[in-house]
């Protein structure tokens, strides 16, 4: 199984952040794609293409993914330029996810719309049709109901091209997004369905849930390889014990607590799931160092 580290805060230095990771044996590290966090916590995120650039640049062995790119802010066409370029710098080790958008109140704060989910789930599949020729061949001639692109040429191309990555939720995306990717990632749709990080929706998601949408991903894409996310406070304190209040006694509470028994909760969802990948998004500090000895 592997593993990936996710960077979703606007640390100092991305560099001795993706360092730091790969001494301790992640097989891969993710960077988030938001301006800022202004609901349960209030907070900056990395500039996603600064961060990844830093991180291919130190180093050697670790995956590099955009996890994942917001539809939302930034043209498709600007996203395939930035991953062909982190993936000719990282020696061919990125894979390009592309994400919807799903944070209202942020988009708000920048003064950007933020539209509704059939909307965003249509845009996000048009999105993909383009990334997906302008990673291939750097050329793109595309008409849709949200996007109009003619891209004569774009770089730089390498062989193999990044891999496509997207992240699907509901029953449309699942069906319609799934078919176009390398690797898909699952997410309980109902999680982020209103705009926001519904806690309440998290708490409530049962490894059935997720078994139930790995089948329905195979379903669409029998062969495609299936990444599971795990938000995760490993060890002790008041931060980790209020996200365990907050997560109640289903699936999701089992990735909050101590750093062997959170662990062995991944491990297990993945196998059960049929997941060959979990990617770590750290809710409490220390998170990824105390699952480093007890996950890889």
């Known amino acids: 199984m592997e593993l990936f580290a996710n960077l979703t805060d606007a640390v100092r230095d991305p560099a001795a952040w ?5 001494d301790e044996g992640w097989h891969g590290l993710g960077c988030a794609d938001h301006y800022l966090s ?5 907070r900056g995120f990395p500039h996603l293409w ?5 991180m291919a640049a130190v180093t050697t062995r670790v995956q590099l993914q955009s996890a994942f790119g917001n539809n939302l802010v930034r043209s498709p ?4 330029q930035a991953a ?25 704060a920048a003064g950007l ?16 049709l383009i990334v997906r020729d302008l990673l291939r061949t750097g050329t793109c001639r595309f008409e849709g109901e949200h996007y109009r692109v003619d891209v004569p040429v774009l770089g730089p191309l390498t ?3 990044p891999p496509l990555v997207a992240s699907v939720g509901s029953p449309w995306t699942i069906r319609n997004v799934t078919p176009l990717l390398d690797r898909v990632e699952v997410m309980i749709g109902s999680t982020f369905r209103s705009g926001a990080n519904d806690l309440s929706a998290l708490g409530a998601a049962t490894l059935d849930d997720v078994c139930s949408m790995v089948s329905a991903v195979r379903e669409a894409a029998p062969d495609i390889p299936v990444s599971l996310v795990g938000f995760s406070a490993a060890g002790a304190g008041p931060d980790v014990d209020k996200m365990r209040a907050a997560l109640g006694d289903q699936l999701y509470s089992s990735f909050v607590g101590e750093p062997a028994a959170v662990a062995e909760a991944l491990r297990t969802t993945a196998e059960a799931a049929g997941a060959d990948r979990v990617q770590v998004i750290a809710w409490t500090p220390g998170t990824f160092e105390a699952l480093a000895p007890e996950l890889i």
């Open 18 to 22: 993706s360092r730091q990771r790969e």
């Open 38 to 42: 202004v609901g349960r916590s209030v």
């Open 50 to 54: 600064a961060s990844l650039g830093a």
């Open 77 to 80: 066409v600007e996203f395939a």
């Open 84 to 108: 062909l370029m982190v993936h000719a710098q990282s020696g061919g080790r990125m894979e390009a996810g592309l994400g919807a958008g799903w944070a209202r109140a942020e988009l708000e």
């Open 113 to 128: 719309p933020f539209p509704d989910g059939r909307t965003r789930a249509r845009m996000l599949r048009e999105a993909l």
């Open 159 to 161: 062989d193999p091209p």
